[in-house]
């Protein structure tokens, strides 16, 4: 079995909703997603997915 573990090395993201940027991370969750086999072997990829605040006081959007 082969596991890859992947996480962005961004250190926040733009609100989808007002463009602000943020780095205050509210939370984070993994997901393992299973790959095509390499070299006989299984292969999964595990993705760190994080969540950001929106910290502009006018947007609708909190998380």
């Known amino acids: 079995m082969i596991v890859l573990r992947l996480a962005s090395v961004q ?3 733009h609100c989808p909703t007002c463009g ?3 780095e205050r991370v509210h939370s984070q969750r993994y997901r393992t997603v299973q790959d095509i086999p390499l070299f006989g072997k299984t292969v999964f990829l595990r993705v760190r997915s994080r969540k950001f605040f929106c910290d502009c006081s006018s947007c609708s959007t909190r998380i």
Request: aromatic residues 16%.
């Open 11 to 13: 250190r926040g993201n």
């Open 20 to 22: 602000t940027w943020s």
